[in-house]
């Protein structure tokens, strides 16, 4: 198994206590994270190498990546594994897959490539490296149905794993916040990039935001992924001086976002996770100049926010690049603090309800039927 971020870490966690479940024996290993590793994963690179976004930024990692999957790929062919499931990072996973699908290994890649959202020419390539594509989200089918390409909806963990209704007295506790205080979520990334590009932006708006706000027992939160990335954080917390308090935690970002009145967090996975604990969000993004030229032509649907995309409306404000500055964002904060949204919670627990489906172990059972019969699973 190969995970490249800390969501992959997550989805393949929850993976591998399943297929535990239904082969006792059996042993992992490949590329992941704490939480893969927690499960007694044998992770034989460090996950974060692969932790790379963006076109021109993958360039300038690019010696270090092909390193990686060159000995990946050396170690995989000569001790060929019953399976070998690409969790996410497609660029990296596909070709590994592809090399291995060659020599007699089947293939699963987990986390169907965004061919939705562009370069639909994909599919095929994707059907080359794999025997089977396993799809946390509904939409997805139609494009695998239409070329008869092996694929299963086995829906999203996290959506599982977070209840219909989340208890932020409890997420609060946790976090040892009062009841009393007005929270503020901040979540620039997981990525050291993404920290660099979007939290001082994030930290000028909260403060916009608070300055706005008639109570003033309020706090700012801060999840860190690791000690690095809150080492990053501290850093820039102290270069930009700031007069609000800030709470910074190691704790799972979900927790964060639960006990927050409102959260103001970076574009991918979290807007989605953001969405299932039932909170109020603003998203924002920014990529380099070449990347966003890059994606203004090939990008294909109407919105960039998960939360909207599933819901085929604007459901939560998304910015990107100019568009994320301190006066829209903190605009923006406060009228999703303040307005009546009744309307949007229903859509948000419609979308969790849709994606509630065991997928950890709905995936495991399209794995065993793969590896016990010469068919691949098409759903």
């Known amino acids: 198994m190969i995970a490249g971020e800390a969501s992959g870490d997550i989805i393949a966690a929850g993976l591998i206590r399943e297929l535990k479940a239904l082969y006792p024996d059996a042993t992992f290993e490949g590329i992941g994270g704490s939480q893969m590793i927690s499960e007694g994963f044998n992770s034989i690179e460090d996950m974060n190498k692969l932790s790379v976004m963006g076109l021109v930024e993958v360039l300038k990692h690019l010696p270090s990546l092909l390193s990686v999957k060159r000995k990946i790929i050396q170690y995989f062919v000569e001790n060929p594994p019953d399976v070998f499931i690409g969790v996410d990072a497609p660029d990296f996973n596909l070709p590994i897959e592809t090399r291995l699908k060659k020599s007699g290994v089947k293939t699963v890649h987990y986390i169907s490539p965004s061919v939705w959202a562009w370069r639909e020419g994909r599919i095929h390539k994707i059907a080359k490296a794999t025997n089977l594509v396993l799809g946390i989200f509904p939409f997805e089918s139609k494009h695998y149905e239409k070329h008869g390409y092996p694929y299963r909806f086995v829906g999203h963990s996290m959506a599982d794993e977070i209840p219909l209704t989340p208890d932020k007295k409890h997420a609060r506790e946790k976090l040892n916040i009062g009841d009393d205080q007005l929270v503020l979520g901040l979540l620039p990334g997981s990525r050291a990039r993404e920290i660099e590009s979007l939290l001082e932006v994030f930290l000028k708006s909260a403060e916009l935001f608070l300055n706005r706000q008639e109570k003033k027992n309020f706090l700012v939160v801060i999840p860190a992924v690791n000690q690095q990335r809150q080492e990053q954080i501290e850093s820039i917390l102290l270069a930009n001086n700031v007069s609000f308090e800030v709470k910074i935690n190691q704790q799972v970002a979900r927790d964060t976002m ?37 994606m203004e032509k090939l990008y294909m649907p109407d919105y960039f926010a998960l939360p909207n995309i599933l819901a085929n409306e604007l459901l939560v404000p998304e910015f990107i690049q100019e568009q994320v500055n301190p006066e829209n964002l903190s605009k923006h904060l406060h009228e999703q603090l303040n307005v009546n949204s009744d309307y949007v919670l229903s859509r948000f627990s419609s979308i969790h309800k849709l994606l509630r489906q065991d997928a950890s172990k709905q995936a495991s059972l399209a794995i065993k039927h793969l590896l016990e019969h010469n068919e691949s699973v098409i759903n």
């Open 258 to 294: 639960i006990a927050s009145d409102v959260v103001l967090l970076a574009s991918g996975t979290a807007s989605l996770e953001c969405m299932l604990c039932k909170r109020p969000m603003v998203v924002a993004y920014k990529l380099s100049f070449v990347t966003h030229k890059m």
